[in-house]
């Protein structure tokens, strides 16, 4: 209290009394805001119990169902409060959790200008505190999935940092208020996606890769099994590998099918004659009815076998391989095109078709870039000769003015058999490498990483951290190393947390002093 004119006529005791009713008077005022807003603030569930319910689409798809199935799993577990979950809006409004997109629910519809939520990207995520009421909406019902993850981790502190029952982290709460929420998030790449070694499906690896916003895996024919767990999960159905082969059988009816090399067709390797215009239309009618009994497949990824025995012929050696290649792979895919109109057909740089061709790609869906030629020593973009390389044909592939993506080989490049793999301490470079790609305009981001089940499972339990920075960074590059692995450190290993970081950084350290390129 300032000390006015007219209280220099006043005893000293009486102002006193003053200064100390102002305080008073001051205190009660904060005490009843602060009560007031207490008040007013909303409770998620206390004690157990929780007058919220979850609303989906009256049609909600199965993606729509595991996410309210998620979240009223996850609080259950948090509070052992039971969220029900309904198919239509309530009739009293007010603590509901709308949970779709805004062409599945009038409620976001008639807030999607709030939300945010443009019509314009997919992927985009809407987390919002409306009028007593939670949103976890997004423009696909996979972006709402990815709204209940990130509503889950930021504000309940529920974490899945590996795979399996054990790599889960529920807090248990005996009281949530809800803050409020305004957060709009979406991935730094379109498709963000792990190829799987040796075993091509694990449930528990894709659940564990889902609640990380991996948003795509490598399927095939031999796992069509796998293809509604994986959309309900969210994932994009993806064919690729090595197909584009022939049945060994077809040599004996008709060697030119396949390569010539040293002066003798052979199917061994299992290459063909990209020039036989019979193996355009076989390989076309292979895929074809791949689509036809696969009608949920989004991308198909072509590619020959995995060696180098490329045909020796003339037509074949005419051109350079990667034209060679290139020319056919476009050839089969304008061939299916006008009968699969919403298949997107991509391909992969990779060993003798590293290079750019002279090929015409527009139209693809993306081209792979195959990263094996990259240091895992120096950062992304240093002067190191590795990495120049590499940035040199990449930078030759961005003049095809078509969408490109990594195929990365961070991990099983150190992987030969049951036994022989290795701790892999590149966090730092898989964050740089993460920053780059998103910065160069790279659509998806797909490393070949070893699978949690079967003879991969030793180096994924070495390098499960990794992994975890992995997804967590092609979600958003820019989130803090320091606290990723920190947070991760408290949950696996608590009061030893900071004893292993130091062992972290110590093994990063020698790593990146590695006098031996790798």
Request: proline share 6%; aromatic share 12%.
């Amino acid at each position: 209290m300032q000390r006015t004119e007219a209280m220099r006529f006043m005893p000293r005791g009486f102002i006193y009394k003053l200064r100390v009713m102002h305080k008073i008077i001051f205190s009660s005022l904060v005490f009843m805001l602060t009560f007031s807003l207490q008040l007013n603030a909303e409770v998620l569930f206390d004690e157990g119990k929780s007058a919220w319910v979850i609303c989906l689409p009256s049609d909600a798809d199965p993606t729509l169902k595991y996410a309210a199935e998620e979240l009223q799993t996850a609080l259950f577990k948090a509070s052992g409060a039971v969220l029900e979950i309904i198919h239509q809006a309530p009739v009293h409004a007010g603590h509901t959790i709308y949970i779709g997109t805004p062409d599945s629910l009038p409620e976001i519809q008639s807030k999607r200008d709030v939300l945010k939520l443009d019509n314009i990207s997919a992927g985009e995520v809407a987390v919002y505190t409306l009028n007593d009421n939670l949103y976890l909406a997004g423009n696909s019902s996979r972006a709402a999935l990815y709204a209940v993850y990130t509503f889950l981790q930021n504000i309940v502190g529920v974490h899945w940092i590996w795979a399996g029952d054990t790599g889960e982290f529920i807090p248990k709460l005996r009281k949530l208020e809800l803050p409020d929420l305004a957060l709009n998030r979406k991935g730094a790449f379109e498709y963000r996606g792990f190829h799987l070694v040796v075993n091509h499906w694990t449930p528990e690896l894709e659940t564990w890769m889902a609640c990380n916003f991996i948003n795509v895996v490598r399927s095939e024919p031999e796992t069509r099994h796998a293809i509604p767990g994986r959309q309900k999960k969210g994932f994009h159905i993806m064919f690729s590998g090595h197909n584009v082969t022939l049945p060994a059988t077809l040599f004996l009816e008709d060697p030119e099918l396949f390569a010539l090399n040293d002066g003798k067709r052979t199917c061994d390797a299992g290459q063909l004659c990209l020039s036989n215009p019979r193996v355009k239309e076989l390989i076309s009618s292979d895929i074809r009815t791949q689509l036809l009994e696969n009608p949920e497949v989004e991308i198909m990824s072509l590619f020959p076998s995995d060696n180098l025995a490329f045909c020796q012929c003339g037509p074949c050696t005419r051109v350079s391989r990667s034209t060679k290649w290139f020319d056919f792979f476009k050839a089969v895919a304008a061939s299916l095109k006008d009968e699969f109109p919403n298949v997107g057909f991509s391909s992969i740089a990779y060993q003798s078709y590293l290079e750019p061709p002279t090929t015409d790609l527009s139209g693809v869906k993306f081209v792979e870039y195959c990263q094996y030629d990259h240091s895992l020593v120096h950062p992304y973009g240093s002067p190191n000769e590795a990495n120049r390389v590499s940035l040199d044909r990449i930078s030759k592939w961005q003049k095809k003015k078509i969408p490109l993506g990594i195929y990365g080989y961070d991990f099983d490049l150190f992987y030969v058999g049951k036994r022989d793999h290795i701790y892999l301490p590149i966090y730092r470079r898989i964050q740089d490498q993460v920053k780059k790609c998103r910065d160069l305009g790279m659509i998806s981001l797909i490393p070949e990483v070893p699978n949690w089940d079967g003879s991969a499972r030793d180096i994924y339990q070495q390098n499960r951290l990794s992994v975890y920075l992995y997804a967590q960074l092609m979600w958003d590059p820019d989130q803090k190393l320091e606290d990723l692995m920190e947070g991760y450190n408290q949950l696996a290993f608590g009061i030893a947390a900071p004893h292993i970081r130091q062992v972290q950084e110590a093994m990063m350290a020698c790593w990146e002093k590695s006098p031996i390129e790798i």
